[in-house]
Every structure is written in C-alpha cells, then in structure tokens.
C-alpha cells in the first residue's frame, strides 16, 4: 500500500493510574528525522519511543509529543524537615539580636529556604511505566497509520491516472511519427517536382533522404523505454511499502526519455504533445514527494 509521509495521529489513556497523551505528526523528508518531546518523569523513555516510531515509519520528518499526568500523584508525601527549620530559625533570631534589625520571620519566608520540606516519591517501575507508555504510542501509530494509507490511496489514484494519460498521449506521438516521415516525402518529392519540373525524379534518392529524415526523427526506442518505466510505475504502485525514493529516480529516467523524444519530434503538433508529457511527468513528481 502507498502511503502519504504526512500525517497525523493521537491517542490518550490512562494505564496503571496514569493519563497518557500521545501526538504524531509529520511532513515530508528525504529521511526520517524523529523528534520526541516528553516529560522529564518520562525522559528515560526517549529512546524506545523512536524506536517504535522507526518500526513504523521510514521516511519523514515525525514529531512525537507525550504528555503524563498521574492518578497517585497523592502518594507522594511532604514532610517538613525539623532539624533544619529549627536552624534557620535560631540562625534568623541571633541575626536579628547581633545586629539589632526587626524580627519578621514568617511561614512564606522559611518555605523557600532550601531543604526545609523533604519529599517522598514512591519508587516508580520503569520498566511497566515504559510497557503503558508505549501500549498508548502504538495506538497513536496506528490512527496515524490510517490517516498515511488514507492520503496514500488518494495519491496511487492520483498517479494512476496521469500514468494513463500519458501512455496515451506516447500512443498519439506514435502514431504521430509515422505520419511525419510520409509528410516529409510528400512535401520533398513536390519540391523536386517543382524545382526539376518535366525531369524525370530519381525515386530511389526519395527514398535515401526519407529514410535518413526517419532515422532522425524515429522515437520508437524512446517511447519503448518509456513504456517500460511506466510499467515498473504501475508494478512499485501495486506492491506498495515506501516507494518513493525509487519513484523519484524512475521520473527522472521518463524525463530524459520525454527530453530526447522533444528534440527530435520537428512537427509542431506532437512538439506540443510532448509538453504535455512533461507536465503530466512534472505533476506526478510534485505528488511524489508527498510519497514515503
């Protein structure tokens, strides 16, 4: 399946007492560049996190955002510190006996003295904290997934049909080049009627000179290989997975072949069809880019 290197996906649950939030979003990169922002209770979990983004995801630019709240958040206790208010207590009422200055201790005052309360965490399971954090990115990863396949498929369909027109715009420069070289031998052997008027015409130096001109003009080993890549188009969208680097090359080998077509195409009409080739080669590398 074609998938899109944009999205978007979000997931929240609470697992063992705790809220987690998960956020993917992403555009397009030549290769993928993770960036996760977490919680510092969760900074541990940095490097997991990309890897499960990485087995997901192989090209883009991904930003992950995690946030966590906790349900026991009460488990936590604070306790105030005694010995050490006790001291900046008798430390501020000597200060204020030595030097003569207004006593003004109060609770907002002593609170901000270092070490004053003392606060205990219960100790926390990295390891089941990482497994929730993860259960809860996985469901992120596949709502962003959705959201890939999604634009992906609109994007294969996309393709699909500008495939279609232009193997049949190669069918009309074909078609067209055959009619060239009979053109150009009609027009040539007026010429040498008017130019030699009642001599005779050697109809083999006709022939010599058209078929030089058609050796000039013929396309049909460039419209073979262009036939070709479109082939392998079709095959890379059929098969799907992260085809869009390889897509990427192969439009540039349909590029060339459309350029060497142009330059030889001398009739004006199919000089246009060709422009329109290129177009429909240009519109499909603008969507290629979209492509992972």
């Known amino acids: 399946m074609v998938k899109s290197m944009t999205g978007y996906g979000r997931a929240v649950e ?5 809220e987690f939030t998960v956020e993917l979003r992403s555009v397009n990169n030549r290769y993928l560049d993770c960036t996760v922002k977490l919680p510092r209770a969760l900074s541990f979990a940095e490097d997991a996190v990309k890897q499960a983004v990485k087995g997901s995801i192989s090209r883009g630019k991904v930003d992950v955002f995690i946030s966590l709240r906790s349900e026991g958040a009460q488990d936590v206790k604070i306790t105030l510190n005694t010995p050490m208010v006790e001291g900046y207590l008798s430390a501020m009422r000597q200060m204020a006996k030595d030097y003569g200055v ?3 201790i109060s609770v907002s005052l002593l609170s901000r003295m ?6 205990d965490k219960p100790e ?4 089941q904290l990482l497994a929730d ?6 469901q ?3 709502r962003y997934d959705a959201m890939r396949c999604a634009e992906g498929k609109a994007l294969e369909n996309d393709l699909r049909s500008r495939r279609q027109t232009i193997l049949s715009l190669v069918e009309q420069v074909e078609a067209g080049s055959g009619q060239t070289v009979a053109d150009y031998r009609t027009r040539l052997e007026n010429k040498l009627k008017e130019v030699l008027a009642n001599t005779a015409i050697d109809e083999s130096r006709i022939l010599t000179e058209a078929a030089i001109f ?16 479109l082939d392998q188009m079709n095959n890379m969208l059929t098969t799907g997975g992260a085809i869009g680097r390889k897509l990427d090359f192969l439009l540039q080998e349909m590029n060339r072949e459309s350029n060497t077509i142009g330059s030889k195409c001398s009739d004006v009409r199919l000089a246009r069809i060709v422009v329109d080739i290129k177009a429909e080669l240009e519109k499909i590398r603008e969507q290629t880019q979209n492509i992972e």
């Not at 954090?133 to 996985?138: A, G, K």
């Open 140 to 142: 992120a990863l596949e």
């Open 214 to 229: 058609a050796d000039k003009v013929a396309v049909d080993e460039e419209t073979v290989r262009l036939r070709s890549h």
């Open 102 to 104: 207004r006593e003004d």
């Open 124 to 127: 926390v399971d990295e390891e």
């Open 133 to 138: 954090l993860l259960s809860v990115v996985n």
């Open 114 to 119: 270092p070490d004053v309360f003392t606060v």
């Open 14 to 18: 609470t697992v063992n007492g705790r």
